[in-house]
């Protein structure tokens, strides 16, 4: 599976923003899939993922009640939206999937990765 990210961007305090995942080479229903994010000096770390099929889905603490992950199955394409963006929110985001039975956790839970898309939230 191919995963190209993109939808970041350079955005204010409270703005929204909605990030993209386009899968080539597999259906993205078939695979539990995730984003997360890293910040310059910190460690890559989950926001949310949706289990395989999409029937479930869970979030970070620092995120929830504000990402919402979502998929498009027709388009084969992963949804990351973000309203009330701080600072804090500002990393490079990447979509992730697992190619196993399993859910995604943690960045040893994922088998392939996108090449990240950077997201800047200004004061």
């Known amino acids: 599976v191919q995963l190209q990210a993109s939808g970041g961007g350079l955005v204010q305090t409270g703005d929204s923003l909605r990030l993209s995942c386009a899968a080539s080479?597999?259906?993205?229903?078939?695979?539990?899939m995730a984003w997360f994010r890293q910040a310059p000096g910190k460690e890559r770390e989950f926001v949310a993922a949706?289990?395989?099929?999409?029937?479930?889905?869970y979030y970070g603490g620092s995120v929830k009640g504000r990402f919402t992950i979502s998929r498009d199955g027709a388009k084969n394409t992963l949804f990351l939206q973000m309203n009330s963006l701080r600072p804090f929110d500002t990393a490079v985001y990447y979509c992730?999937?697992?190619?196993?039975?399993?859910?995604?956790?943690?960045?040893?839970?994922?088998?392939?990765w996108g090449q990240g898309t950077l997201v800047t939230v200004s004061s």
């Open positions: 949706s289990t395989g099929g999409g029937s479930n889905s």
């Open positions: 992730a999937a697992r190619g196993r039975t399993g859910r995604i956790y943690q960045v040893d839970d994922v088998d392939y």
């Open positions: 080479g597999g259906t993205v229903r078939n695979y539990a």
